[in-house]
């Protein structure tokens, strides 16, 4: 049996899917059944909680061989994560992996890099066969500014021209689901990334090629980013990890490509134009009329 935690984020749902087409029993864990769908999660059985529920732990983690491990973001993160690393080990788990973060250290502006960076020491110092998988920040980060694209076809950060290898999260999830599997892969930590650097303006030439009209990225200071960022409703250290992030990126400290994803996975990773088209295609489909009933969508 395999768990999966963190099973209703974006990553987490695709992990379930790969476990589902390989035919491998599993687990998922959710902070609620209201955030899944019979769809998604029909191969799975499903056990409700957090990571800092002893109670919920002891239920998801009984007969588990292996955990693929995704939390998100949130200031009490090592804790949480300590308690989960605690609770495997007591459990008997033989096979942990870990999703990471691009960048994680001890000295990193980042907030969630450092946080990573302590876990990934605990993880370390546990009998268990670790596997660390550092992932690029996903493609599908775009859609945090979905409203400001329909409204003012314009994205915003304050990343300069610096690029970063970002990557799409379904090769993330199968880079967790084979490394969970594969027994070759032990005390290892693997960076994921996309097949190509590239910087917010490359983003935006892709979108706009792919949604048919100009798609502009407009640059901040820091503190103009951080300060949008809040009145979107994040809080503060969202939206300073988020600032921190690009600011390293702006660096040149997130350029680096691996080929992880092709040798594990046969195939090369998906590219920021093959995202960008089905980006324009599932807003497309979200803004049509569902029914002859339905008028036009507000733009």
């Not at 370390?124 to 775009?142: C, D, G, I, S, Y």
Request: with cysteine; proline share 4%.
């Amino acid at each position: 049996m395999l768990l999966v935690t963190g099973a209703a984020s974006i990553v987490g749902r695709h992990v379930v899917h790969e476990l589902r087409d390989a035919h491998v029993p599993h687990r998922a864990l959710v902070h609620s059944r209201a955030a899944i769908t019979p769809a998604d999660f029909g191969s799975a059985e499903v056990v409700v909680g957090e990571l800092n529920d002893r109670q919920a732990l002891d239920i998801a983690l009984d007969g588990v061989e292996s955990v693929i491990l995704i939390t998100r973001a949130r200031p009490d993160q090592v804790a949480r994560e300590s308690t989960l690393l605690a609770a495997a080990q007591r459990h008997g788990v033989r096979r942990l992996v870990k999703m990471s973060s691009v960048g994680a250290s001890r000295t990193s502006r980042v907030n969630v890099a450092r946080w990573h960076w302590e876990i990934e020491r605990l993880l370390e110092a546990t009998h268990l066969e670790w596997v660390v998988v550092r992932a690029h920040r996903p493609m599908q980060h775009v859609y945090t500014q979905l409203s400001s694209l329909l409204s003012q076809h314009a994205f915003y950060g304050c990343q300069g021209d610096g690029a970063s290898a970002d990557v799409d999260v379904r090769d993330v999830a199968a880079v967790l689901s084979r490394a969970a599997l594969d027994p070759t892969y032990v005390r290892e930590v693997l960076e994921i990334t996309g097949p190509a650097a590239v910087t917010p303006q490359d983003t935006a030439r892709a979108l706009s090629a792919a949604m048919g009209q100009p798609m502009a990225y407009v640059d901040c200071t820091p503190d103009e980013f951080v300060r949008g960022q809040l009145a979107a409703g994040l809080e503060s250290w969202q939206a300073e990890g988020r600032a921190a992030w690009q600011g390293e990126a702006r660096d040149g400290h997130f350029a680096s490509v691996s080929d992880h994803v092709a040798r594990m996975l046969g195939h090369a990773p998906r590219t920021l134009e093959q995202f960008a088209h089905e980006f324009a295609a599932a807003v497309r489909y979200s803004r049509a009329p569902r029914s002859r009933h339905e008028g036009a969508p507000t733009q």
